[in-house]
């Protein structure tokens, strides 16, 4: 079975080398880059804005090769994050060879490493996002004996020039094929290169949001990646959306992650799947159903949902998508395959049963029991998430919920298995709690919830003070009843973050 994974594996480090990237040393990149006449590598990481960072070498000779894979190189720290001073703003990138891929869009044979920050001392930077997920999981894994998994569906407009023939029904492009959805081969170009550049992707599809606006095509798709360690999720999340704005400039359109493009149009999410595994085993569900402890692992993220939304929902547009009667979510509440909930628990083959032998009357042999597959899903998240930040603090609530004796009684209350915006539900949605709806609230929940964060040193408190302070200087406190029926204005606004993260 390794074998087969090795070879049907789309990144070309892994087919050469024969073995999956978690065990990539120092000598296999540097063989890779001999074998493959690789001239030059790029060091990529993230800073404070959420976006890669470019860090280029040439490749001169082998004992230069080695130097800088064995010790990393300088930067200037106070250029990447805004609580760094220059008097004392030096940090080292040091690569993580298992994140190592050929780029696909340099002119030149070219490897790209993703690093993690250290400083002058040599330890991880306690304040960068990637090592605060990293301490995040760290004390899941130590409080629980369990591992987080985690993937995200991608969701994002493509604006083009309007194409007048085979025109889609307006808000019905939710996996429609071409010629009616018109970049279905951006999406898959952008797949397959994900792909290869690590990411395991579980399916792309063209998504509900397709509208014409004067000379404009709004077309909405979907990238959705398999559940993966948490830190490697958000790794080829970051990826992922570096090569579709790459795939945007090379097509001449324009890619927006951002939560919401005009009035009354789907808006697009950052939904984020998870699972909790032991000792190799999702568990998540049994033959029965859903297990105590996804029971409690939901109880404790409805627990934290409003200051969640400060690392989901970080621009004033987000919440442009977080009304009533959408799919989005606004209350505080779970249930099995219901949109209209927070986090939602999809359809996982718990049940056994006949159905591939039903469509395929000659297949022979016994149907494999699939439980493994079986995820939950948190929907209030949008484009603009700080996803290091985010996942990290959903690990920390996920803890806090199976570490709570009183969990289980928690999510029995909070279950709901109706639309909750229908009337004659008022009663059911009259007892639940309303997510933030400002980038000035969910400031003032952060605030309040902060202790779970901070503790045990995972998120520095500078860290949520920034955050605060940044999402308080929004002052949107009342926007969305300023805005109501200005589209004027609301596209200004929409302008303004149409590339947030």
Request: include cysteine; aromatic fraction near 10%.
């Amino acid at each position: 079975m390794r074998e087969l994974e090795v070879l049907m594996n789309p990144n070309l480090l892994v087919k050469h080398l024969k073995k999956p990237s978690s065990e990539f040393t120092k000598y296999d990149i540097i063989k890779f880059i001999d074998d493959h006449n690789i001239e030059m590598l790029n060091f990529r990481y993230v800073g404070e804005d959420g976006k890669l960072k470019t860090l280029n070498f040439v490749i001169t000779s082998k004992d230069y090769l080695e130097s800088i894979l064995s010790t990393g190189e300088r930067v200037d720290g106070s250029s990447l994050f805004s609580y760094i001073h220059a008097d004392s703003s030096d940090l080292y990138v040091i690569p993580r060879f298992s994140s190592a891929y050929v780029n696909p869009f340099s002119l030149v044979p070219t490897l790209d490493i993703l690093c993690s920050f250290y400083t002058r001392d040599g330890k991880p930077l306690e304040s960068a996002p990637e090592y605060i997920l990293r301490k995040a999981h760290r004390e899941f894994k130590k409080s629980t004996g369990m591992v987080f998994k985690a993937m995200g569906e991608l969701e994002y407009y493509i604006i083009s020039d309007k194409k007048d023939m085979y025109v889609a029904n307006d808000q019905r492009g939710y996996h429609e094929s071409q010629p009616y959805a018109k970049w279905e081969n951006l999406r898959l170009e952008a797949m397959r290169t994900i792909a290869q550049c690590g990411g395991k992707i579980k399916y792309g599809h063209a998504e509900v949001g397709n509208f014409i606006d004067g000379n404009f095509l709004y077309e909405q798709n979907e990238i959705e990646f398999m559940p993966v360690d948490a830190e490697d999720a958000v790794d080829q999340l970051i990826i992922a959306k570096w090569i579709l704005r790459m795939l945007a400039h090379k097509y001449g359109v324009t890619i927006s992650f951002a939560p919401k493009i005009t009035v009354g149009k789907a808006g697009s999410g950052m939904h984020i799947h998870f699972q909790i595994e032991k000792d190799g085993e999702n568990m998540m569900a049994d033959e029965v159903g859903i297990t105590e402890t996804a029971k409690k692992v939901i109880a404790g993220l409805l627990s934290h949902a409003k200051s969640l939304t400060a690392f989901g929902n970080t621009v004033p547009i987000s919440y442009l998508r977080l009304v009533p009667h959408q799919e989005a979510p606004t209350m505080i509440c779970w249930g099995d395959s219901n949109r209209s909930v927070l986090v939602r628990v999809p359809l996982g083959w718990i049940a056994k049963t006949n159905m591939i032998k039903d469509a395929n009357p000659q297949e022979r042999g016994e149907v494999p029991y699939i439980k493994g597959k079986q995820t939950a899903e948190l929907r209030v998240p949008d484009g603009s998430a700080d996803l290091y930040h985010l996942i990290a603090g959903m690990i920390l609530a996920a803890k806090e919920g199976l570490l709570d004796e009183n969990s289980l009684e928690k999510s029995k209350e909070l279950y709901v298995n109706v639309n909750i915006f229908n009337p004659e539900h008022k009663n059911i949605l009259a007892k639940l709690h309303a997510l933030p709806s400002s980038c000035f609230d969910s400031a003032v929940e952060l605030k309040n919830d902060r202790k779970i964060y901070e503790e045990n040193g995972v998120f520095p408190s500078g860290i949520i003070d920034e955050v605060i302070e940044k999402l308080q200087s929004y002052n949107d406190k009342n926007l969305s009843e300023e805005l109501f029926g200005n589209k004027d204005e609301i596209k200004k606004l929409v302008d303004k973050y149409l590339h947030c993260m």
